[in-house]
Antibody, heavy 125, light 107 residues
Framework: QLQLQESGPGLMRPSETVSLTCSVS??????????WGWIRQTPGKGLEWIGS???????YYNPSLKSRVTMSKDTSKSQVSLRLTSVTAADTAVYYC?????????????????WGQGTLVTVSS | DIQMTQSPSSLSASVGDRVTITCRAS??????LSWYQQKLGKAPKLLIY???NLETGVPSRFSGSGSATLFTFTISSLQPEDIATYYC?????????FGPGTKVDVK
């Protein structure tokens, strides 16, 4: 059964850059059937899609975060990574990685069918 | 961005009751909608995709319907293990957006 495991620093200072990693258990980061997404959750804003990355490196980002977000992947390690720069208290959230179904026939990203347990990132001075 | 709204924001029902949650999209999203269940302290879990398709392994008491801007999620017979918050999500247009959630409690 697919397992996704996020990891990250936990506590960050304002203006720093946070890097999160998602390890995928079944090696499917090289599959053309899926994108890999990052979603964050805060009590105030709820669930917010951050971005998604394909096996070939193609990315889509939420415009609200695009200037600060970079996603990458390491297929050899079955890992997907998220980098968010210039963090503020508003970036305090639980960050989830999730597998996203993709229809190549329709070039359509679809639902998130498997999620990691999430990792809490707290931004505080 | 497509705005997703849900109603009610919370509800309390008895075991065995039929529970219905409504999700509205600010623009026509066809059938490109999914529903998730999130239990306290856990990650969201996919229940329904393409508005009405039940994810493999999900109990048949869960169902979804609707299209365009109005969608419905139903639990036909509420069980104690269904205590959770339920979210809709559209994937018709970028950025993907989620509803604010409906918290379901058992009386």
């Amino acid at each position: 059964q697919l397992q996704l495991q996020e990891s990250g620093p936990g506590l960050m200072r304002p203006s720093e850059t946070v890097s999160l990693t998602c390890s995928v258990s079944d090696g499917s980061t090289s599959s053309s059937a899926y994108y890999w997404g990052w979603i964050r959750q805060t009590p105030g804003k709820g669930l917010e899609w951050i971005g998604s990355i394909y096996y070939n490196g193609r990315t889509y980002y939420n415009p609200s975060l695009k200037s600060r977000v970079t996603m990458s992947k390491d297929t050899s390690k079955s890992q997907v990574s998220l980098r968010l720069t210039s963090v503020t208290a508003a970036d305090t959230a639980v960050y989830y990685c999730a597998r996203q179904s993709y229809s190549g026939a329709w070039s359509r990203l679809r639902w998130f069918d498997s999620w990691g347990q999430g990792t809490l990132v707290t931004v505080s001075s | 961005d497509i705005q997703m709204t849900q109603s009610p924001s919370s509800l309390s029902a008895s075991v065995g009751d039929r529970v219905t949650i409504t999700c509205r999209a600010s623009h026509d999203i066809s059938h490109y909608l999914s529903w998730y269940q999130q239990k306290l302290g856990k990650a969201p879990k996919l229940l329904i995709y393409d508005a009405s398709n039940l994810e493999t392994g999900v109990p048949s008491r869960f169902s979804g319907s609707g299209s365009a801007t109005l969608f419905t999620f139903t639990i036909s017979s509420l069980q104690p293990e269904d205590i959770a918050t339920y979210y809709c999500q559209q994937y018709d247009n970028l950025p993907f957006t989620f509803g604010p959630g409906t918290k379901v409690d058992v009386k």
